[in-house]
C-alpha cells in the first residue's frame, strides 16, 4: 500500500520536476548563451535591458538632487558675492564724494589765491568753522583773529564779492556779520564806478538771502541784471568790490526811488573759505583843515 501511494506520488510530482528541470536548462543554456557580435552572456543582456528603467529613473533622482543642492550653493555664493559688491560700491561712492569735496575745496582755494594775487589789498585767508542763522543776528565765526592782524570793521570778501565785515575779535577768531543782516549796509552803485549816479546804501533784509537798495532816483535807468559795486564811501568796504546783480525792480517814479533787490555775489548759503581784507579806509582830514572859514582852536 505504502509503495502504491509513493508511486502515485511520484507520478503526480514528475510534472513538476520535469518542468523544474526544463526551467534549469532553459537558464543554464540561456546562462551560456552569448551575443554574436558583442560576446556577452544574453543573461546579462537581458539583466541590463530589465534594469536600466530603473537606473535611469535613480540617475535623474540622483542628478536632480544633485543639481537642487548646487543650486542652492550657488544662490548662497550669488547672495554673499552681492553682498561683498554692495560694500564695495558704497566705498567707493563714499571715496567719490571725498574727491568731490577735494576738488571743490581745491578750486575755492585756487580762486582765493587768484583773488589775492589780482587783489591790491593785502589779506588773510580763513575757513569758517560756525554759523548762527538766527532771526536778528545772522554771522559766521572763522578760524582767524587779531593775532593774524585783523581788526575790528575789516571787510570779508570771497571770489564771488563781499561777505561782511568783521564785529567781533578774540586771538585766534572772529565773528562776521553778513551783509544779508538787516543792521547791515554797503554804499553801492548800480553800473560802473565814477560814472553811473544809481547810488544807494544797500541793506539786508534779515530774512532771505536778498539785498535791498531804496534810495536811488526813479529818473535813473535801473534794469534786470545790472550788477552792484561798493563805492567805498561807507568807510568800511574798499570801492569796487562785487556786491551782486539786480534780480527785480520795483520802478519809481520823478519824486519817488526805485525798490532795488540784489542777490548777493558771494554764496553766503554756502560758506567754507574767505579772505578779510587788511583794508583800512583812507582817512579824512580835520574839519579845522577842509573848512577854510571855521575858527580854529587853541
Avoid: C
Avoid at 18 to 42: E, S
Avoid at 71 to 99: D, P, V
Avoid at 141 to 166: H, K, Y
Avoid at 263 to 268: E, H, I, N, S, T
Amino acid at each position: 500500500m505504502a509503495v502504491a501511494r509513493t508511486q502515485k506520488e511520484i507520478r503526480q510530482r514528475a510534472p513538476w520536476w520535469f518542468a523544474g528541470l526544463l526551467i534549469l536548462q532553459l537558464a543554464l543554456m540561456a546562462y551560456d548563451a552569448r551575443d554574436n557580435v558583442t560576446k556577452q552572456r544574453m543573461i546579462r543582456v537581458w539583466a541590463q535591458a530589465i534594469i536600466s528603467p530603473f537606473q535611469r529613473a535613480a540617475s535623474g533622482a540622483g542628478n536632480a538632487g544633485s543639481n537642487f543642492f548646487e543650486y542652492i550653493g550657488n544662490l548662497r555664493n550669488a547672495a554673499a558675492e552681492n553682498a561683498q559688491l554692495k560694500q564695495r560700491i558704497e566705498q567707493m561712492e563714499t571715496e567719490l564724494s571725498q574727491l568731490r569735496a577735494n576738488r571743490d575745496e581745491n578750486e575755492r582755494l585756487r580762486s582765493l589765491l587768484d583773488f589775492k594775487a589780482k587783489s591790491e589789498y593785502k589779506s588773510v585767508t580763513a575757513s569758517v568753522i560756525a554759523r548762527d542763522p538766527s532771526l536778528w543776528f545772522d554771522s559766521v565765526t572763522i578760524n582767524r583773529g587779531s593775532s593774524d592782524g585783523i581788526e575790528l570793521n575789516m571787510p570779508v570778501v570771497t571770489p564771488g564779492g563781499i561777505v561782511g565785515r568783521v564785529v567781533a575779535l578774540s586771538p585766534w577768531t572772529a565773528q562776521v556779520m553778513l551783509i544779508t543782516n538787516e543792521h547791515s549796509g554797503v554804499g553801492s552803485v548800480i553800473g560802473q564806478l565814477g560814472q553811473s549816479k544809481a547810488l544807494s546804501p544797500v541793506r539786508g533784509l534779515g530774512s532771505g538771502d536778498l539785498l535791498e537798495m531804496r534810495f536811488v532816483p526813479g529818473i535813473e535807468e535801473v534794469n534786470q541784471g545790472d550788477y552792484v559795486v561798493t563805492t567805498g564811501q561807507d568807510g568800511i568796504y574798499p570801492p569796487g568790490i562785487n556786491v551782486g546783480e539786480v534780480v527785480e525792480v520795483k520802478k519809481g517814479t520823478a519824486t519817488t526811488p526805485h525798490t532795488i533787490y540784489i542777490k548777493p555775489g558771494a554764496r553766503l548759503n554756502a560758506l567754507e573759505e574767505v579772505a578779510v581784507l587788511l583794508y583800512h579806509p583812507p582817512q579824512t582830514g580835520n574839519p579845522d583843515q577842509i573848512l577854510p572859514n571855521v575858527e580854529k582852536k587853541k
